[in-house]
């Protein structure tokens, strides 16, 4: 069974941080590339950020850049969000997602394999 499960979701006030995990099982997770991807209700899920299976590479969203960073400790199966100075628009459900393929991307449809979601709210 290939898992991910996502934690580290929760109410913070703009301007605040967050970091979120994603844990996975199943299946050696250097071999890749891990996403991060948000969906707020009424609006199509957006691909927020993706990093290279080694880690070497970051891909980021316009919106989030120089905000949020991307990370992953393969030996711990676990990806990570870390999120800075959130803001209210940030709100939404957060997806991790692997893909098999061998560069970053955050187009949903290059993975396979996705989590159930956190919910990150943020507001004042």
């Known amino acids: 069974q290939l898992q991910l499960v996502e934690s580290g979701g929760g109410l913070v006030q703009p301007g605040g941080s967050l970091r979120l995990s994603c844990a996975a099982s199943?299946?050696?997770?250097?071999?890749?590339?891990m996403g991060w991807f948000r969906q707020a209700p009424g609006k199509e899920r957006e691909g927020v950020s993706s990093?290279?299976?080694?880690?070497?590479?970051?891909q980021y969203a316009d919106s989030v850049q120089g905000r949020f960073t991307i990370s992953r400790d393969n030996a711990k199966k676990t990806a990570y969000l870390q999120m800075n100075n959130v803001k209210p628009e940030d709100s939404a459900v957060y997806y991790c997602?692997?893909?098999?393929?061998?560069?970053?991307?955050?187009?949903?449809?290059?993975?396979?394999?996705w989590g159930q979601g956190t919910q990150v709210t943020v507001s004042a």
């Open positions: 997602a692997a893909s098999i393929l061998d560069r970053t991307t955050t187009d949903e449809h290059d993975y396979a394999y």
């Open positions: 199943g299946f050696t997770l250097d071999y890749y590339v």
């Open positions: 990093i290279s299976e080694n880690g070497g590479s970051t």
